[in-house]
T-cell receptor, first 109, second 113 residues
Framework: QKEVEQNSGPLSVPEGAIASLNCTYS??????FFWYRQYSGKSPELIMS????GDKEDGRFTAQLNKASQYVSLLIRDSQPSDSATYLC?????????FGGGTRLMVKP | EAGVTQFPSHSVIEKGQTVTLRCDPI?????LYWYRRVMGKEIKFLLH????????ESGMPNNRFLAERTGGTYSTLKVQPAELEDSGVYFC???????????FGPGTRLTVT
């Protein structure tokens, strides 16, 4: 079992819809997670960090962490074509990040 | 504020040659990390510096890889001699504090032929 798992997608949503991206992890001791967005050929761009159980909202983005069920999710409200990218979930182990394989999101106009 | 920068952006070398990658972290960030993504795989951790000290190099593949961060500013990652399986994108990231948010550079795409 991989430490951090994501559905590779693609996840296709219409413009204006809510995109829901999910990530599961195996280490129950995991404390915090980061979500990165990566456009093709570009570097990962940090969009959200979440350090405690529950929800964290920032603009159109909401990160959710459920430690009991060992999953993390990212919701993108009012999805735009410019949100089309690969979204990477990363477990923060303090001195290193462990990444999932990423979910490709396609937002169709 | 300038972000993390990396040089070169691309490097094509032959098997057996040496390549040195450079990373300049965000100013003031004591923590510097190296990661690598090989084709079709997840981004993998290589090592972590705090200032000039190596905190964790558990992800370094083998002794052909040498990372340095003299003076605690920029870092270099040298691959000597390069092998075909070393091809991939090498990312550098930095954070203000250990365990804090990590900001990635644009990466160096290394191709070993």
């Amino acid at each position: 079992q991989k430490e951090v798992e994501q559905n590779s997608g693609p996840l296709s949503v219409p413009e204006g819809a809510i995109a829901s991206l999910n990530c599961t992890y195996s280490d129950r001791g995991s404390q915090s997670f980061f979500w990165y967005r990566q456009y093709s050929g570009k570097s990962p761009e940090l969009i959200m960090s979440i350090y405690s159980n529950g929800d964290k909202e920032d603009g159109r983005f909401t990160a959710q962490l459920n430690k009991a069920s060992q999953y993390v999710s990212l919701l993108i409200r009012d999805s735009q074509p410019s949100d089309s990218a690969t979204y990477l979930c990363a477990r923060n182990a303090g001195n290193m990040l462990t990444f999932g394989g990423g979910t490709r999101l396609m937002v169709k106009p | 504020e300038a972000g993390v920068t990396q040089f070169p952006s691309h490097s094509v070398i032959e098997k057996g040659q040496t390549v040195t990658l450079r990373c300049d972290p965000i100013s003031g960030h004591d923590n510097l990390y190296w990661y690598r993504r090989v084709m079709g795989k997840e981004i993998k951790f290589l090592l972590h510096f705090v200032k000039e000290s190596k905190q964790d190099e558990s992800g370094m593949p083998n002794n052909r890889f040498l990372a340095e961060r003299t003076g605690g500013t920029y870092s270099t990652l040298k691959v000597q001699p390069a092998e075909l399986e070393d091809s991939g994108v090498y990312f550098c990231a930095s954070s203000l504090v250990s365990g804090g948010e990590q900001y990635f550079g644009p990466g160096t795409r290394l191709t070993v032929t």
